[in-house]
């Protein structure tokens, strides 16, 4: 089979069940036959309006990674929680295994994501360097596994239910920061499934080759 | 078929062949060679050989289960009062908290630390048995089984995150929370579950290995 006639077709990432792609009517979704899950949306502005969410995602990234997350107060002794503290605690006590994980799952993958998103989606924009752009998209794929901000975020919540009989908590910045972080991840890599960016890709591109 | 904003697309019966199989990095459909495959658009590596990726699986997946066993049975948590040190192991800091009253976060630490992992287990073993004898479960089965397997493997991650949490929020000079031996055992074991989970070549539920 041609690679063009391959393209006319999409498989579930939940089910394997294979289905024919159709056009979509604005607002409207392709689900699964089979299990309901989403194939494909119509977007309209794609780029533009996914670079946006990326950007603010980012801002709150950054608040969230710069400032305190949750500050506990034990009889008048106050100690705070961000994220420098996190891995520096862990280093202290020697545990460079668990440092490291943590590291790279809570801080680096998600940062790496986001920054290599928002690289992209600027270089589509302007329709230049495919290959980076392409190697952008797969470093996102392979890294999306091993982003945990969500998770880190639940544990959050996990650990102040376990000192809230013995502490007063107090929320700083960072906490609305990182939950603004998951709301947006929700509509940016979570909403956005990898076929619908790399068939805006190649659309791109195949039209920036034609013109040359 | 429309359904609200939704539209419902139909399978494509006439032409499901088991040669067809989706990119996991780019999702552009590929055909199936039977050996090494690389993808037709995003030029990535698929799949090793079927043999290859069946014993990473198995090989990630024994390493894991050897590391659940220290995560259990060594202390994830030391608690330091007064100079005394208490050390809590998983299922020991699940039981605190059902004592305490926290039932949901009891619940929340009892399906993360120990359900997923045991669960993760089971279906990987499943997938990779189902492909050796032929099991009583269709294809599609085993594919949503392998997509849970994928989605859930993170939230494992929570008991440690809740431990190095706690650690920064309680480090004081009459009582201190520390990291246990425990803690770099899960971790560890989580990530390999990870691995073993992504390592499994999808193409063998479509057929007996």
């Given at each position: 089979?041609?690679?063009?006639?391959?393209?006319?077709?999409?498989?579930?990432?939940?089910?394997?069940?294979?289905?024919?792609?159709?056009?979509?009517?604005?607002?409207?979704?392709?689900?699964?036959?089979?299990?309901?899950?989403?194939?494909?949306?119509?977007?309209?502005?794609?780029?533009?309006?996914?670079?946006?969410?990326?950007?603010?995602?980012?801002?709150?990234?950054?608040?969230?990674?710069?400032?305190?997350?949750?500050?506990?107060?034990?009889?008048?002794?106050?100690?705070?929680?961000?994220?420098?503290?996190?891995?520096?605690?862990?280093?202290?006590?020697?545990?460079?295994?668990?440092?490291?994980?943590?590291?790279?799952?809570?801080?680096?993958f998600p940062i790496v994501i986001l920054l290599s998103l928002i690289l992209a989606l600027i270089?589509?924009?302007?329709?230049?360097?495919?290959?980076?752009?392409?190697?952008?998209?797969?470093?996102?794929?392979?890294?999306?596994?091993?982003?945990?901000?969500?998770?880190?975020?639940?544990?959050?919540?996990?650990?102040?239910?376990?000192?809230?009989?013995?502490?007063?908590?107090?929320?700083?910045?960072?906490?609305?920061?990182?939950?603004?972080?998951?709301?947006?991840?929700?509509?940016?890599?979570?909403?956005?499934?990898?076929?619908?960016?790399?068939?805006?890709?190649?659309?791109?591109?195949?039209?920036s080759d034609s013109k040359r | 078929m429309i359904c609200g904003k939704s539209m419902r697309i139909?399978?494509?019966?006439?032409?499901?062949?088991?040669?067809?199989?989706?990119?996991?990095?780019?999702?552009?459909?590929?055909?199936?060679?039977?050996?090494?495959?690389?993808?037709?658009?995003?030029?990535?590596?698929?799949?090793?050989?079927?043999?290859?990726?069946?014993?990473?699986?198995?090989?990630?997946?024994?390493?894991?289960?050897?590391?659940?066993?220290?995560?259990?049975?060594?202390?994830?948590?030391?608690?330091?009062?007064?100079?005394?040190?208490?050390?809590?192991?998983?299922?020991?800091?699940?039981?605190?908290?059902?004592?305490?009253?926290?039932?949901?976060?009891?619940?929340?630490?009892?399906?993360?630390?120990?359900?997923?992992?045991?669960?993760?287990?089971?279906?990987?073993?499943?997938?990779?048995?189902?492909?050796?004898?032929?099991?009583?479960?269709?294809?599609?089965?085993?594919?949503?089984?392998?997509?849970?397997?994928?989605?859930?493997?993170?939230?494992?991650?929570?008991?440690?995150?809740?431990?190095?949490?706690?650690?920064?929020?309680?480090?004081?000079?009459?009582?201190?929370?520390?990291?246990?031996?425990?803690?770099?055992?899960?971790?560890?074991?989580?990530?390999?579950?990870?691995?073993?989970?992504?390592?499994?070549?999808?193409?063998?539920?479509?057929?007996?290995?």
């Amino acid at each position: 089979m041609e690679d063009s006639k391959l393209d006319n077709f999409i498989i579930c990432k939940k089910c394997h069940t294979l289905h024919r792609k159709i056009k979509l009517h604005h607002g409207t979704k392709a689900l699964c036959q089979q299990c309901n899950t989403l194939l494909y949306r119509h977007h309209q502005n794609f780029i533009d309006r996914l670079l946006a969410l990326s950007l603010v995602e980012f801002i709150a990234l950054i608040i969230a990674f710069s400032f305190t997350i949750i500050k506990i107060n034990i009889n008048g002794i106050y100690r705070g929680l961000d994220f420098s503290s996190i891995f520096y605690t862990i280093f202290h006590n020697h545990y460079y295994i668990v440092g490291i994980i943590v590291l790279f799952f809570i801080f680096i993958f998600p940062i790496v994501i986001l920054l290599s998103l928002i690289l992209a989606l600027i270089l589509m924009k302007l329709k230049r360097f495919k290959y980076l752009v392409k190697r952008l998209l797969i470093l996102i794929a392979k890294l999306s596994h091993w982003s945990m901000i969500d998770i880190f975020l639940l544990s959050i919540l996990v650990a102040m239910v376990k000192l809230f009989d013995y502490a007063q908590l107090e929320f700083s910045v960072a906490f609305i920061a990182l939950i603004l972080v998951i709301l947006l991840d929700i509509f940016t890599l979570k909403r956005v499934s990898f076929s619908d960016m790399w068939e805006e890709y190649e659309n791109i591109y195949r039209k920036s080759d034609s013109k040359r | 078929m429309i359904c609200g904003k939704s539209m419902r697309i139909y399978t494509e019966n006439q032409i499901v062949k088991d040669s067809l199989i989706r990119c996991p990095i780019c999702e552009a459909i590929n055909i199936d060679n039977g050996g090494e495959i690389v993808c037709r658009r995003c030029k990535e590596k698929i799949h090793d050989y079927k043999s290859i990726s069946f014993h990473k699986t198995v090989a990630f997946l024994i390493t894991a289960m050897i590391l659940y066993i220290p995560a259990n049975l060594y202390p994830i948590l030391l608690t330091k009062k007064f100079g005394v040190v208490h050390e809590n192991t998983i299922l020991g800091g699940i039981m605190h908290l059902w004592e305490a009253g926290s039932y949901p976060v009891a619940l929340i630490i009892l399906f993360a630390s120990v359900f997923v992992p045991i669960l993760k287990f089971i279906f990987i073993i499943y997938l990779l048995v189902s492909t050796k004898y032929s099991l009583k479960s269709s294809k599609v089965d085993r594919h949503k089984l392998f997509y849970i397997t994928e989605v859930i493997g993170s939230w494992s991650m929570v008991d440690v995150f809740v431990v190095a949490i706690l650690s920064v929020l309680i480090h004081f000079s009459i009582v201190e929370i520390i990291p246990g031996r425990g803690a770099t055992a899960f971790a560890l074991m989580v990530f390999f579950t990870m691995l073993s989970a992504i390592s499994f070549d999808i193409r063998l539920i479509k057929e007996r290995y």
